[in-house]
């Protein structure tokens, strides 16, 4: 397994390019099996979770070219196997995008139950009531999804909660079936609309991704396209973070500054500087660091609100801030599990329901830490960054799973981070 070393205390200075957006990526490559034709997608992030899914639409039976610059080539007309039902599926929470893709293009699916990281109840219960409502029979046997329709039809669907799964997953199938579907209280996420833009380049009909009501016609065939996604929302709000923590100076680019807004406002609330601007071609931010930052209060919520991704690094600055902060959880129960991990570097954390109390203190010292979760590993990178000494950070498979060559992309602003390889 491999582990992090990490000799903190040095501000991150220079440029940094934010790749392409995990959560778009999860959705779009089996999207991409509505097509009747190949489909090229850009701008991938090289990540473990693009890999696993990569493997599993090749063990489906689909032509699958993935290359180092993140361009994937998809063809899907070989597709032969419709139960997905292999070890690696349960592994990656994403792999039920696959369910309403199949069910859309085939009619029918089998799908092991997802996984994923332990960050609190994540069933798929919206997602099997949207394809029950177009039509679907969907039953759960031993832990595999079975889903089937002779012919799925367009239906008004409202969701109880502003799920982003669900939502995707809804048009994935609506997209294919007959008649107009309307999904109510869809989720606004820019991976959402993401997913919406290319569905449409295969030529399908959607129309109000990224408000609350989304209406799609549905069409008999959809073509191959090629499409680049969107910058990831998530890597760049944890390198602004790591930034500020570091006391830092780091201009990030490739990014869609509208859906930092949330973040940037907590961070200049917190006492940083942070100024956008525009070479021509794309949008970069300019983000800086300064002296001690003041404490704020935070609820998570689903966007355009702060996001439960960046929950957790932005806890590790808030460790460092002066004064009292206050976190509230609204998304998910059980995303507090690297509280322990920065307790011990130092942090003054008291965690209560769904509520966290951060009192700020001077500094953080190194410490053998271990990262629950992809997010939490990323809080724990932040947290060693800017700590005394040295830190180790373990279980970093967690990582992998959703930042690329993060290590490699740290160095290149000056930190002190190394890869160690262990038996």
Do not use: W
Not at 72 to 91: A, C, G, H, L, Q
């Amino acid at each position: 397994m491999a582990y992090y070393k990490i000799n903190g205390g040095r501000p991150l200075e220079g440029q940094v390019t934010i790749s392409g957006a995990k959560n778009a990526a999860l959705a779009i490559i089996p999207a991409a099996i509505l097509a009747g034709q190949p489909c090229v997608i850009e701008n991938l992030p090289i990540i473990e979770d693009v890999h696993v899914l990569t493997e599993i639409l090749r063990l489906m039976g689909a032509e699958v070219e993935l290359y180092e610059n993140g361009c994937m080539r998809i063809d899907p007309t070989k597709i032969d196997n419709y139960e997905v039902t292999f070890e690696m599926v349960s592994k990656l929470r994403a792999s039920y995008y696959l369910l309403g893709a199949m069910l859309g293009r085939y009619g029918h699916a089998a799908l092991a139950l997802p996984g994923g990281c332990s960050i609190g109840n994540r069933p798929i219960d919206f997602h099997i009531k949207g394809m029950r409502a177009l039509g679907a029979e969907v039953e759960i046997r031993n832990g595999i999804v079975y889903a089937y329709a002779d012919e799925l039809r367009g239906a008004e669907i409202y969701l109880d909660m502003a799920s982003v799964g669900a939502t995707i997953n809804i048009m994935l199938a609506a997209c294919r079936a007959e008649g107009q579907t309307v999904i109510t209280n869809a989720a606004k996420e820019p991976h959402v609309v993401d997913v919406a833009n290319f569905l449409n380049m295969m030529g399908a009909s959607i129309k109000g991704a990224g408000t609350d009501v989304i209406r799609i016609k549905g069409r008999k065939e959809l073509h191959g396209t090629s499409y680049a996604i969107i910058p990831d929302q998530i890597e760049a709000g944890t390198f602004m973070i790591a930034a500020v923590a570091t006391k830092g100076n780091v201009v990030l680019n490739n990014i869609i500054p509208t859906h930092l807004e949330a973040i940037s406002a907590k961070l200049m609330e917190c006492g940083a500087h942070i100024a956008e601007g525009d070479d021509g071609t794309e949008f970069f931010l300019q983000v800086q660091g300064g002296d001690r930052l003041r404490a704020v209060n935070i609820k998570t919520l689903p966007y355009p609100g702060f996001p439960t991704d960046l929950q957790q690094p932005m806890m590790a600055l808030l460790t460092m801030s002066k004064g009292n902060s206050y976190i509230v959880e609204n998304i998910f129960e059980d995303r507090f599990n690297h509280v322990p991990e920065l307790i011990r570097m130092g942090a003054s954390i008291n965690v209560n329901g769904r509520t966290a109390t951060i009192e700020g203190v001077e500094k953080l010292y190194g410490a053998n830490v271990r990262a629950t979760d992809l997010r939490a590993g990323a809080a724990l990178i932040v947290a060693a960054l800017a700590a005394e000494g040295t830190t180790i950070v373990r279980n970093i498979h967690f990582i992998d799973r959703g930042y690329e060559r993060f290590e490699q992309k740290l160095r290149a602003l000056g930190a002190d981070i190394e890869r160690i390889e262990e038996d």
